[in-house]
């Protein structure tokens, strides 16, 4: 939670904004494996990350997404909005905009937050207990999109 200082001078705790990335490219699935000093660190993750200051939600997917794999991106596409005050393994109640887009070029390298970065075939992708926070719902969510076509964002009741 973040302690913030309104116009009228009280205080109050909000909720942290951050974005999950499912970062694609012919039918696989971009993941890095968390460091092991970070929560959930060792499991295997989307690329996602803090909003910064200043900084639009597709401008935090392209520095997200190519600090921590040194991949650009292009068509970035809002998939959902996970909202959950109580998403599992979460310890900021993080509300997370969830994004897809294509990998373009890679003109980087991984940051220190990524012990590995690695290409998974959408068919074969660690089992939910190896993904990090709830990781295995985005890109469940995102499969079934590509099955279903249905209106996006997808929002949950």
Not at 95 to 108: P, Q, R, Y
Not at 125 to 143: G, M, R, V
């Amino acid at each position: 939670m973040i302690t913030c200082t309104f116009e009228d001078g009280g205080t109050g705790k909000l909720r942290h904004v951050v974005i999950d990335t499912l970062v694609l490219k012919e039918n696989k699935i971009l993941l890095v494996k968390r460091v092991k000093q970070l929560l959930e660190g060792g499991k295997w993750g989307v690329i996602g990350g803090f909003v910064e200051p200043n900084e639009t939600l597709k401008e935090s997917v392209a520095r997200e997404v190519h600090e921590e794999t040194g991949y650009n991106v292009e068509n970035i596409t809002l998939l959902t909005v996970i909202d959950r005050p109580d998403r599992p393994h979460e310890d900021r109640q993080n509300i997370s905009f969830v994004f897809f887009c294509t990998a373009t070029n890679k003109d980087g390298e991984k940051d220190w937050e990524s012990e590995e970065v690695r290409w998974f075939s959408l068919d074969e992708l660690p089992s939910a207990d190896q993904l990090a926070f709830d990781h295995d719902y985005d890109i469940t969510l995102y499969k079934e999109y590509l099955a279903e076509h249905f209106s996006l964002p997808f929002l949950s009741k």
